[in-house]
């Protein structure tokens, strides 16, 4: 269908469905760091959309050590240039050796192939990829199609909806 805009075709993602979508990445990602046992030195979330997927991640995986790097690339859902807002303590961040870096979802690719180039040794990990995206990203959950818009919870309310026969 050509007449349809990005967001009518839609994922919604309730805070109950993240929750869970975001402990299992972190159990994919258990043991799995360079340091020894499999350990992460630090999480790093992009902000904004990373940081409730990186709370319950480092959660799981009992890392204390949280950072953020916040990058920007759309305004609603028109894609801009991407480009690094705040960036993350450079001593800890070093290549980016040890460092699992969270994101809500990776759509194009572009943010997290900037995050990539300034860390090429990192870790990265989102909890929803799109196809175009998905070279870009180490470790994620579920894939949706490219044409669909992923809603989350922090960016929808409940409300009234007529009834069908009310239309
Ligand atoms: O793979 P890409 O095409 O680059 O898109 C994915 C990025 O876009 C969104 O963030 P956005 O820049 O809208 O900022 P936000 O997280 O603050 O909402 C999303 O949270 C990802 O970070
Ligand atoms: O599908 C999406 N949903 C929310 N934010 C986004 N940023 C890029 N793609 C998306
Ligand atoms: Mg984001």
Redesign the pocket.
Known sequence: MTDRLPHEKGFHVSWDQIHRDSRALAWRLDHQGPGEGGVWTAVVA?????MAPAMILARELDIRVVDTIS????DHQT?AE?HVLKAPDAAMMGDGTGILVV??????????ELVRSLYPKAHFATVYAKPK?RPMVDTYVTEVSQDTWIFFPWDMALQYVEPYRGR
């Open positions: 992009i902000t904004r959309g990373g990058v920007k690339s759309y894609q991407a994101d809500d979802l990776v759509d194009s690719g572009k943010t997290l995206g």
